[in-house]
């Protein structure tokens, strides 16, 4: 199994709800990853998890809370958005922290917020 | 911010070779050279890496010319679903508070029919 899995695919929500992004990959890797990729432009590293705890954080606002339960799961819970963080959140995976370059990316979840 | 310089833009014709170019002037001996790919609506791939020796896998071949001041990637038979954003990165493996794999602006290439 090579695949990481981002539910939902697609999200809308207000500015006021509160949802969550999941990921999950049974690769046994122990390095997971969120970017954020506005349209027509690159990916954007938000945080990295390396063996479970967040190792960066790329000066993210508070509104999105990065959360690693467990070495195969990783979450990005959402609250108070605004309109200009929709967004594709894309998660990834890689073996081991600091060894290697080559991430697993999932498909992505598209969020609009309203 | 990126530190690789990459044309925005090439066509290819399928079933040619498809030879991306990609500066990295300022690499250091730490850093490698990635490839990734991102096909319209999906997440990036990886393709290939390489520190200083030239690459091959089954996707694709990595040039790194001698200095390690650029490098270029090569599809050997593009196909209408090589069409995807082509990023070239530096990643620097000795790890610590650099090692983020930050994405530039790539190449957008386009097989043509």
């Known amino acids: 199994d090579t695949e990481v899995t981002q539910t939902p695919k697609h999200l809308v929500m207000g500015m006021t709800n509160k949802k969550s992004l999941k990921c999950e990959q049974h690769?046994?890797?122990?390095?997971m990853y969120w970017y954020k990729q506005k349209a027509k432009k690159p990916p954007e590293l938000m945080f990295v998890?390396?063996?479970?705890?967040?190792?960066i954080n790329e000066s993210v606002p508070s509104r999105f809370s990065p959360e690693c339960p467990n070495s195969s799961l990783l979450n990005l819970h959402l609250h108070a958005l605004q309109p200009e963080d929709s967004a594709l959140y894309l998660c990834?995976?890689?073996?081991?922290?600091?060894?290697?370059?080559?991430?697993?990316f999932g498909e992505g979840s598209r969020l609009t917020v309203l | 911010d990126a530190k690789t310089t990459q044309p925005p833009s090439m066509d290819c014709a399928e079933g040619r070779a498809a030879n991306l170019p990609c500066n990295h002037s300022?690499?250091?001996?730490?850093?490698?050279v990635y490839w990734y790919r991102q096909i319209h609506s999906q997440g990036p791939q990886y393709i290939i890496h390489?520190?200083?020796n030239n690459e091959t896998n089954e996707m694709a071949s990595l040039i790194i010319t001698e200095d390690r001041k650029s490098s270029t990637l090569i599809l050997p038979h593009a196909t209408l679903r090589d069409t995807a954003v082509y990023y070239c990165?530096?990643?620097?493996?000795?790890?610590?508070?650099?090692?983020?794999?930050?994405f530039g602006k790539g190449t957008l290439l386009t097989v043509n029919p």
């Open positions: 990834a995976s890689s073996q081991f922290p600091g060894v290697t370059g080559e991430l697993f």
């Open positions: 690769m046994g890797h122990r390095a």
């Open positions: 998890y390396s063996y479970e705890k967040l190792s």
């Open positions: 300022t690499i250091s001996g730490n850093e490698y």
């Open positions: 390489g520190l200083k």
């Open positions: 990165i530096e990643l620097d493996h000795s790890g610590g508070s650099n090692y983020k794999l930050t």
